[in-house]
């Protein structure tokens, strides 16, 4: 079952990344719209839908690791639609003391992580804009969940690379670096080129100019390792998404798009 009617204040006609993303994960809350482009994707690169998947593992993966380094406070900045094994699910089934603040500024992702965590006292949810971080980490609401004179790990998977302009993109990030205390740690997943060729990079690219985001920039390896700066890389450092500590590295099935399009992830953490 899919959306039929859109909740006040959404936009139905107009394709959203959250809505496509929850496409991708098998989910239920997207418009015609919104699977129209993702089908227009599916077009360019046949496996978008296995590095989707692939790429929520990772989310998983890396929010377990950050348990059992001892961090139990977690910013997710562009949260994306609820799904399954959400930040809070994952870090609360393993440390039943983690606080989650959920952060996004699509309209249909608040209104549908609220009614969620209406009743869970270790999440909550706050409006804003990974544009804007001073505004999220001086929000009242983070504020009062939040202390940020202990580690944080501030959680932007598959949101970077709709800052189409470099430079930005790691000013947003620096600045929340700058207001997180040492042993807090950055996690990114990210959109790459890989061996993608110009044409397919271009038509995602004009998918994504037509929905909510505006853009989408491709990064090289590199340009994405920048966004680290300050941060100390943990093993096995910046790789593809399925390859960042794989449950069963024996079983692993590379999830490389036929496009060559690719998804790097990785985990830093603040020493000082």
């Known amino acids: 079952m899919t959306l039929e009617k859109a909740p006040p204040g959404v936009d139905p006609l107009t394709p959203s990344v ?5 496409y991708f994960l098998g989910g239920k809350d997207h418009f015609a719209v919104d699977r129209e482009a993702a089908e227009a994707i599916n077009a360019i ?13 990772f989310l998983g993966r890396a929010v377990r690791h950050l348990v059992d380094q001892g961090v139990r406070q977690f910013l997710d900045v562009g949260a994306g639609l609820p799904t399954r094994d959400n930040v809070h699910e994952v870090a609360l089934r393993h440390a039943p003391d983690c606080r989650v603040v959920y952060v996004d500024n699509d309209p249909m992702v608040l209104v549908h992580a609220r009614a969620i965590l209406a009743d869970n006292p270790h999440t909550i949810v706050a409006e804003g804009d990974l544009r804007e971080p001073d505004w999220i980490v001086g929000h009242p609401g983070v504020r009062a969940h939040l202390d940020f004179s202990r580690p944080v790990a501030v959680l932007m ?13 790691r000013r947003h990030v620096a600045g929340f670096r700058d207001a997180l205390a040492p042993g807090s740690h950055l996690v990114i997943s990210h959109m790459s080129p890989g061996t993608a060729g110009g044409d397919d ?15 989408l920039a491709f990064r090289t390896h590199d340009e994405v390792l920048s966004l680290f700066d300050g941060f100390t890389l943990v093993e096995p450092g910046l790789v593809e998404v399925a390859d960042w500590r794989p449950d069963d590295p024996a079983a692993r099935t590379p999830a490389t798009p036929s496009s060559g399009a690719i998804g ?9």
């Open 45 to 57: 690169s046949p496996d978008a839908r296995d590095l989707a998947r692939a790429n929520r593992r």
């Open 264 to 272: 790097l992830a990785g985990v830093g953490r603040l020493d000082s």
């Open 18 to 22: 959250a809505r496509m993303y929850d």
């Open 157 to 169: 998977v598959a949101v970077l690379h709709f800052v189409t302009d470099d430079e930005e993109a």
């Open 201 to 215: 990079l271009a038509a995602g690219r004009e998918i994504y100019a037509r929905s909510t985001a505006g853009g």
